[in-house]
């Protein structure tokens, strides 16, 4: 089993900025991609950001050039920077790590308990 922690939501005024992180704990191992997700009141949850094992990186087009995201495998932990955020950039917003399982040799997704953010004047 594989616990996430997630810290940094909030409200902020447009324009303003957040740091999410998600620490992962219990039987790290395998693990591989890891990732955000958000979902606002109404909407399904959609990726906002994925970054591989190897450092490779995924945006949604509606946050390219405004999010980073980032990983410390040292410290199983992800990362989303939010610069320049937006009135529709809130929504609770999820860690997702994937961990490679052997014995069903397929991914297990995990998912973190979300953190709110929202971004008003």
């Known amino acids: 089993q594989v616990q996430l922690v997630e810290s940094g939501g909030g409200l902020v005024q447009p324009g303003g900025s957040l740091r999410l992180s998600c620490a992962a704990s219990?039987?790290?191992?395998?693990?591989?991609?890891m990732g955000w997700y958000r979902q606002a009141p109404g909407k399904q949850r959609e990726l906002v950001a994925t970054?591989?094992?190897?450092?490779?990186?995924n945006y949604a087009d509606s946050v390219k050039c405004r999010f980073t995201i980032s990983r410390d495998n040292a410290k199983n932990t992800v990362y989303l920077q939010m610069n320049s955020l937006k009135p529709e950039d809130t929504a609770v917003y999820y860690c997702?790590?994937?961990?490679?399982?052997?014995?069903?040799?397929?991914?297990?997704?995990?998912w973190g308990q979300g953190t709110q953010v929202t971004v008003s004047s």
């Open positions: 219990g039987s790290i191992f395998s693990i591989g991609p």
């Open positions: 997702n790590v994937r961990q490679w399982i052997p014995g069903i040799k397929s991914w297990y997704d995990y």
């Open positions: 970054i591989g094992s190897g450092g490779s990186t």
